[in-house]
T-cell receptor, first 117, second 114 residues
Framework: AQSVTQLDSQVPVFEEAPVELRCNYSSSVSVYLFWYVQYPNQGLQLLLKYLSGSTLVKGINGFEAEFNKSQTSFHLRKPSVHISDTAEYFCAVTINAGGTSYGKLTFGQGTILTVHP | DAGVIQSPRHEVTEMGQEVTLRCKPISGHNSLFWYRQTMMRGLELLIYFNNNVPIDDSGMPEDRFSAKMPNASFSTLKIQPSEPRDSAVYFC????????????FGPGTRLTVL
């Protein structure tokens, strides 16, 4: 089974400051990794994903994440945040395999990012 | 494509009533997932289907919950009888085994059981 730990439940930051949201995962098999964003009263939107290849992944809205297999981490970063980035962010994992469980996601508990003016 | 469609968006009901949540996946997607989101437990996978067949329902909390997928374009999640602790946001997501294994999420149904 897989598990995901988001190390910070809340991250307050000032506008234009850099931010890092931390995510660690546990799995006995190879995995795919994702970050989703949820704005208030909305569904989940995919920010970025790591499937294979370069360990630095760029996503929408200026976010990027780095896959570190040795540390089993997939931290999300943005060099300069905006007020509009205020939302909840979820890290998720699924196994790197085909079959009927393809696409079954295990989520972390979420990190609430609050950007202050 | 219109994306994953869920209805209703909001549902308020009284304890003991039957509740039915509906989901239309993205056309061509062959996997469908029902998740529940609460403050206490976060996002939990309840059940998922592949090619309309239930694969794993181990996340369904109890026998009051049931889900069906009669065809590739429609799924229901039913709670009977409903209880206040069922209050949550229920998300439906779909994906395709021929593409990246990411879920495409619907807007969710916010259920309040009084």
């Amino acid at each position: 089974a897989q598990s995901v730990t988001q190390l910070d439940s809340q991250v307050p930051v000032f506008e234009e400051a850099p931010v890092e949201l931390r995510c660690n995962y546990s799995s006995s098999v190879s995995v795919y990794l994702f970050w989703y964003v949820q704005y208030p009263n909305q569904g989940l939107q995919l920010l970025l994903k790591y499937l294979s290849g370069s360990t630095l992944v760029k996503g929408i809205n200026g976010f990027e994440a780095e896959f570190n297999k040795s540390q089993t981490s997939f931290h999300l970063r943005k060099p300069s945040v905006h007020i509009s980035d205020t939302a909840e962010y979820f890290c998720a994992v699924t196994i790197n395999a085909g079959g009927t469980s393809y696409g079954k996601l295990t989520f972390g508990q979420g990190t609430i990012l609050t950007v202050h003016p | 494509d219109a994306g994953v469609i869920q209805s209703p968006r909001h549902e308020v009901t009284e304890m003991g009533q039957e509740v039915t949540l509906r989901c239309k996946p993205i056309s061509g997607h062959n996997s469908l997932f029902w998740y529940r989101q609460t403050m206490m437990r976060g996002l939990e996978l309840l059940i998922y289907f592949n090619n309309n067949v239930p694969i794993d329902d181990s996340g369904m909390p109890e026998d009051r919950f049931s889900a069906k997928m009669p065809n590739a374009s429609f799924s229901t999640l039913k709670i009977q009888p409903s209880e206040p602790r069922d209050s949550a946001v229920y998300f439906c997501a779909s994906s395709t085994t021929s593409g990246p294994p990411q879920g495409y999420f619907g807007p969710g149904t916010r259920l309040t059981v009084l």
